[in-house]
Nanobody, 114 residues
Framework: QVQLVESGGGLVQTGGSLRLSCAAS????????MGWYRQAPGKQRELVAT???????NYVDSVKGRFTISRDNTKNTVYLQMGSLKPEDTAVYYCNAYPSLTYWGQGTQVTVSS
């Protein structure tokens, strides 16, 4: 059974930090690449960052230098450390494999106030 449980979101001021966590089922975590995605109101879901089982990371340009993705393969957990947050980072954040499966978790809301 595929399971994704995101947590760690919240309300933060511009310039603040948050750390998101995603607990995934073992079946899903076998995928080589895991990613964090986000969907802002009225916009399509976008890929934010990816990490391979070996720890290689990639980021969308808008978050480079501010966000750090990591994974703990022993805990089937993916993390997203977010810093220097901006109002345009406001979105619901999801984790999934990359390419993504059709199944999505409930996501976690991140709201950055100006």
């Amino acid at each position: 059974q595929v399971q994704l449980v995101e947590s760690g979101g919240g309300l933060v001021q511009t310039g603040g930090s948050l750390r998101l966590s995603c607990a995934a089922s073992e079946r899903l975590f076998r995928f080589n690449i895991m990613g964090w995605y986000r969907q802002a109101p009225g916009k399509q879901r976008e890929l934010v960052a990816t990490v391979t089982r070996g720890g290689t990371t990639n980021y969308v340009d808008s978050v480079k230098g501010r966000f750090t993705i990591s994974r703990d393969n022993t805990k089937n957990t993916v993390y997203l450390q977010m810093g220097s947050l901006k109002p345009e980072d406001t979105a619901v954040y999801y984790c999934n494999a990359y390419p993504s499966l059709t199944y999505w978790g409930q996501g976690t809301q991140v709201t950055v106030s100006s």
